[in-house]
């Protein structure tokens, strides 16, 4: 099985693709924060729970606790093994999949997940205490 540069498949491709990917429609928008419905795990269209951050490249579902980055986000909708999802979108998104040369050390491990928990949460209005 030939590697893949997971570290870089999640550098190459923008969360707003992976949104579009998976057909998430914003319900509010403030800034590089977006909240809507989560992909994930369906939430009702016109819910909130889902936080994506395009700046941080980020996401989090204050609904069923799911978060991570784009990568994470297609493999979270799609239900896909971290290889099988990092080819396929690397395909659906007409990009190369980044080969890794040295099969050895290659893991499709999470590498530094961002805090987009705690960015959610601290701009996250109407939920702030008075
Ligand atoms: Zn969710």
Not at 47 to 66: D, I, N
Not at 115 to 124: D, K
Request: glycine residues 10%; charged residues 20%; proline residues 10%.
């Amino acid at each position: 099985m030939p590697g893949i540069d997971f570290a870089l498949v999640r550098r190459q491709v923008s969360l707003t693709q992976v949104l579009e990917l998976v057909g998430f429609t914003a319900t509010t928008r403030r800034g590089p924060q977006l909240r809507g419905p989560c992909p994930v795990h369906g939430s009702a269209p016109r819910s909130r729970s889902f936080a994506a951050h395009l700046q941080k490249h980020c996401w989090h579902c204050f609904g069923c606790g799911a978060g991570g980055n784009a990568l994470d986000l297609y493999l979270a909708v799609t239900k896909l093994p971290v290889y099988d999802g990092a080819l396929e979108l690397c395909a659906r998104l007409g990009v190369d999949a980044p080969r890794r040369h040295h099969s050895a050390g290659d893991s499709p491990a999470r590498i530094a997940p961002p805090t987009c928990r705690r960015a959610a949460r601290t701009t996250a209005g109407p939920r702030s205490p008075p």
